[in-house]
């Protein structure tokens, strides 16, 4: 059986596909720039820290939308078992 994710489990799991290609877009001029100004340069060390910043947050953000939360509504009376 299929359950259907809340908005804010479909907003996480796109916002980590984007973390994550935001990833490779720090990566790749990470992997370009260095010719130019070198990787003891403070350029390729903010490159570098956002691309584990953008990875590890599209981590956990891909397992918090990929997981089976409970619904946590509050029943009124009559709606169900308490």
Known sequence: MKKNKGLLQRVAL???VISFVLAVVCGVILFLNPGNIG???PV???????FFFFVFVGVVLWFIGKSNLP????RQ??????
């Open 71 to 74: 619904s946590l509504k509050i």
């Open 39 to 41: 990787f003891d340069h």
């Open 44 to 50: 390729s060390a903010s490159l570098l820290a956002s």
């Open 14 to 16: 796109y916002c980590s």
């Open 77 to 82: 009376k009559g709606d169900g078992e308490f």
